[in-house]
């Protein structure tokens, strides 16, 4: 089958290359000639397990095109995925510029039939907003031709996304009940057959209720992330285990263990961007989502609970005070930094005037991007870094882990401590158990994890 792929991030790569896997000839377009001559030289502009080889052999085989050449890529597929950014706008609502232009592209183009699937995640709306961009450009040039506009929201965890693709829990999708619409039908359910030959995992739906399920899918998993982590900061005071806590609570059948972790704040391209987005709407219909807006509050503090324990050790002022940091990533198997609990915690050790050495195993060099906007030059001065985790923690006063990589999770702690001014861990995200610690002598300060403290 023809398919085109408008956007070639996250969800447009992975999902171009993924379907290319598939048998299918695959053109992906984008506007960014750099990252296209990037893709089409052998690179990919993102860090995401497996993607390279997939897009290689792909490309390889001719089954995977990129190119900036609209009008191409218009009449190329019959199935038409816009899979472009939707950040947040100014009063959090999902800007749909780049959704918009993409539609208009395809109008400016098409004289046949298409279905443009909206892979976007877009509010409750969107598709009626696309199809009209489209109509519009049909208009202006006095063409007739007919469309469909379907929704097929993405579930890709940044880190596992191919996975996560070729193996899907579930596919959403949804189109009207009209000609164009079935047609659309049609062509999508042979587009995904190979995934449910085993069993069937496709969700049918109409497309606003499709365009819904991805905002409310996040919002769960964001508002699960957010309970236990204002659930760990009580345990702190009272001296309550919250691992504990949580392989108690998620025993029980109907709640389970998934996104249950305690740390220092979720972070990344889609959570923190969807939850505000989907207040936005509410706000848009007069009604308040007051569970969400406290999710959302309870992760902004979050994010200072790592920065907040080291004052409370070494005091409000960290003049002197030179730390390392394991992590920088929002979270592992990625280089992606957008709204990572890193960049917290730098800005507030930074603030209090301490020193810091930063390792990450694959984000080095989108961190260092990210903090020339994040820091002043003199703040970005007194940050170093480090070639490894052991050379991050020469001299420092505590060693602070920030992203639960696999390499930090097995660590030679007598080499920690001979490296550290003082054996001190603060672990933001409980790699470690307290009682371990402190059996090695070492001074630990997990996330809701003070209990031998109360003993």
Not at 80 to 93: K, L, N, Y
Not at 140 to 145: D, G, I
Not at 265 to 285: H, M
Not at 318 to 342: C, I, Q, Y
Request: net charge negative.
């Amino acid at each position: 089958m023809k398919i085109t792929i408008i956007g070639t991030g996250y969800v447009g790569l992975v999902t171009g290359a993924c379907l290319a896997e598939l048998g299918n000839d695959v053109f992906c377009l984008d506007l960014d000639e750099k990252k296209v001559a990037l893709l089409n030289a052998g690179g990919i502009p993102i860090h995401e397990p497996g993607l390279e080889e997939v897009v290689a052999r792909n490309r390889e085989a001719g089954r995977l095109t990129f190119s900036t050449d609209v009008e191409a890529a218009a009449h190329h597929g019959v199935l038409q995925f816009i899979a472009v950014g939707t950040p947040p706008d100014e009063d959090g609502s999902a800007d749909l510029q780049y959704v918009l232009a993409a539609a208009r592209g395809i109008g400016k183009h098409m004289n046949e039939f298409k279905v443009i699937v909206d892979k976007s995640t877009v509010p409750v709306g969107t598709a009626e907003k696309v199809r009209a961009a489209i109509q519009a450009e049909l208009d202006l040039r006095s063409t007739y031709a007919t469309f469909a506009v379907a929704s097929n929201p993405e579930f890709l965890k940044e880190g596992a996304a191919v996975e996560d693709f070729m193996r899907p829990d579930r596919i959403v999708i949804g189109v009207d009940s009209t000609p164009e619409g079935e047609r659309a039908r049609d062509l999508l359910r042979s587009l995904y057959a190979p995934f449910n030959r085993n069993r069937e995992r496709t969700y049918w739906m109409d497309v606003r209720s499709a365009e819904f399920t991805k905002y409310a899918a996040n919002a769960m998993l964001a508002t699960r992330i957010s309970f236990m982590n204002e659930l760990a900061n009580l345990a702190d005071k009272v001296g309550v285990d919250i691992e504990a806590v949580r392989r108690g609570v998620g025993s029980d059948p109907r709640i389970g263990y998934s996104f249950l972790y305690a740390g220092c704040g979720y972070g990344g391209s889609c959570f923190p961007k969807d939850v505000q987005a989907l207040e936005r709407t509410a706000r848009g219909y007069g009604q308040e989502l007051l569970i969400l807006r406290a999710v959302e509050a309870v992760n902004d503090r979050q994010k200072s609970v790592l920065g907040n324990k080291v004052a409370q050790r070494f005091g409000a002022d960290l003049a002197g005070r030179h730390f390392a940091v394991w992590g920088l990533a929002f979270k592992p198997n990625t280089d992606d930094m957008r709204e990572a609990s890193a960049r917290v915690l730098l800005r507030d050790l930074l603030e209090r005037g301490a020193t810091v050495a930063v390792y990450d195993p694959v984000a080095m060099t989108e961190a260092e991007r990210v903090l020339q906007l994040d820091l002043t030059a003199e703040q970005l001065a007194r940050v170093r870094f480090a070639t490894s985790p052991h050379d991050a923690l020469s001299e420092a006063d505590a060693l602070v882990i920030v992203t639960e990589w696999k390499a930090f999770r097995s660590p030679n702690f007598e080499r920690i401590k001979a490296q550290l001014k003082q054996p001190v861990i603060f672990d933001g995200r409980n790699l470690f158990e307290p009682s371990t610690m402190a059996e090695l002598g070492v001074e630990y300060h997990g996330i809701g994890r003070s209990v031998l403290t109360h003993a």
